[in-house]
């Protein structure tokens, strides 16, 4: 996510930051590379304009120029507009004071329009509200079943109906359905198409007329870059929307649709999606992804995926475990599980301040399976007391795993490290084991 633009963006600072004065060109030409920067990762020409222009009145003055850290307080600059470009605050979909909250879900075939609504579903249902999903897409009875596949996969009821042609009775039909059966939120889930067509529109105009939706939300492929821009202008022209929200996020090094659309459209991005997997969605902090996009990490969003990964319950466990000194190869193992459960493992280390910056990190997903298959390979015994892993029985456990006697040489290696660093944290006064280790 933003992985062009950051690296710009860095060697850029660190030419200012290398500076101990600085002068108005010095300022200029990093607002050229800046303004280059931010048109190779196709930022809309106008936004990109405008917003080297508010940095360059507040950095020229004399309070920057003269200060102690004047690359700094133009990095500062830089932040600041960033999130004033993002949007500044987060913005949640607004829920009815008096249900059902009926969200009708739009954007073109292709966008994850499907996958974001049950996404959307399973993140109500979380906070205890009782979704219900609508498969108003009549156009692809492909859309119908993956809809009902999702549903099924999250237990959420979705509304559907082969007996008649008409999504905008459908629609009206599911508010009703959902009063009967005390679901206080509606997603529908509405037809899209390739290109933008008068008959999509008119379809759009008639199911918002006819169950006068909460929220119409947008859903555009971040990876389309400024076509997402474009597309959701016209949105915005011919139904009205609420709110937009950005897939595929991370996929896209570039992000030129996200610097970009709120701005064109007005609108506030509300969610991204950051993986194909159901429970990958977040909400959009401005400042948080601003702070992604100067290479500053993003701890806040990775304490609340760890919170949602970790119990209370299972971080005393690991805590009381440390200072049993009773850390197993079966307690390893379970860490490695919930940490690749919070999704993709660079995702996660990028949000780590400083980790951008380290290209030689390996983020090999594959050898998180590699190393629980040679735990799976152990007996009860081994996974207790690693001294009794020697030679016999290192070769047993990579045949068993499929592994080499190296590969299981060097988890039994890194398994030592961590008891070691274990030791370490256990003798420190006021200890208190975080939510996960960060292995």
Known sequence: MFE???????????????????????VDLALKEIRLALLEADVNFKVVKDFVRKIREK????????SLTPGQQVIKIVNEELCSLLGRTNSRITL??????????????????????????????????????????????????????????????????????????????????????????????????????????????????????????????????QDAVNIATSFQEQIGIDGIILTKMDGDARGGAALSIMSVTGKPIKFIGTGEKIEMIEPFYPERIASR???????????????????????EKLQKT????????????????????????????????????MKDVNVDEKELVKVEAIIN?????????????????????????????????????QYIEIKRMLKMFKGKKGFKMPKFLPF
């Open 4 to 26: 062009s633009l950051t690296e710009k963006l860095e060697s850029i600072f660190k030419k200012l930051k290398g500076k101990g004065l600085l002068k108005e060109e010095d």
């Open 59 to 66: 950095a020229v003055g004399k309070e920057v120029l003269e």
């Open 96 to 225: 009815s004071p008096n249900p059902p909250t009926v969200i009708m879900m739009t954007g073109l075939h292709g966008s994850g329009k499907t996958t974001t609504s049950a996404k959307l579903a399973r993140l109500f249902k979380k906070e205890g509200r009782r979704p219900l999903l609508v498969a108003a897409d009549l156009q692809r009875p492909a859309a119908i079943d993956q809809l009902v596949m999702l549903g099924s996969q999250i237990e959420v009821p979705v509304y559907s109906s082969k007996e008649t042609t008409d999504p905008v009775a459908l629609c009206a039909d599911s508010v009703k359905k959902a009063k009967t059966d005390a679901r206080d939120i509606v997603i529908l889930d509405t037809a899209g198409r390739l290109h933008i067509d008068d008959s999509l529109m008119s379809e759009l105009k008639r199911i918002r007329e006819s169950v006068s939706p909460h929220e119409v939300i947008f859903v555009a492929d971040a990876m389309t870059g």
């Open 293 to 315: 996009i100067l290479g500053m990490g993003d701890v806040l969003s990775l304490i609340e995926q760890a919170q949602q990964t970790f119990d209370k319950k299972e971080a």
């Open 322 to 357: 440390i200072m049993d000194d009773s850390f197993t190869f079966d307690d390893l193992r379970e860490q490695l599980r919930k940490m690749r459960s919070m999704g993709p493992l660079e995702n996660i280390l990028n949000m780590i301040p400083g980790f951008g910056k």
């Open 377 to 413: 390979s152990m007996t009860k015994k081994e996974k207790r007391d690693h001294n009794i892993i020697k030679g016999s029985r290192r070769r047993r456990i990579a045949l068993g795993s499929g592994t080499t006697v190296a590969d299981v040489n060097r988890v039994v290696k």
